[in-house]
């Protein structure tokens, strides 16, 4: 009788375990951001180190390459690549008319000093 109930329970738990697999993948698939990047394109870089008077977001940046694993190399408005990837759940699309020469905002070099590798 008790193997017929340990039986019981180890199906119990496999079950228990296929269904939370799926809903984590659910839950994964709807957060995770499908929209890809194209070369060329202009993104906001969200600012990790935003504080009450900073902005949001820092940029625009140009997309110099798509990565794996939805990684992007960047580069500044001069043309400077960035010498750190960055994710795409990090960046937003930037609504850019023609070439842009410089930053929308100037940010400081700390800011910048993680993403220039310095």
Do not use: C
């Not at 008319?97 to 220039?116: A, F, I, M, N, V």
């Amino acid at each position: 009788k008790e193997l017929e109930n340990l039986g019981r329970t180890r199906e119990a738990v496999v079950l228990s375990t296929e269904a939370a697999k799926r809903q984590m993948a659910r839950y994964y698939d709807w957060n995770v951001e499908r929209d890809q990047l194209n070369i060329g394109e202009y993104v906001l870089l969200a600012n990790k180190n935003q504080t009450k008077v900073l902005p949001v977001t820092i940029g625009p940046f140009r997309v110099l390459s798509a990565v794996y694993f939805h990684m992007y190399w960047l580069a500044e408005p001069g043309g400077t690549a960035l010498k750190t990837l960055v994710h795409r759940d990090r960046v937003q699309r930037a609504q850019v008319d023609g070439e842009l020469k410089s930053y929308w905002y100037h940010p400081t070099k700390s800011e910048l000093g993680g993403l220039r590798g310095e």
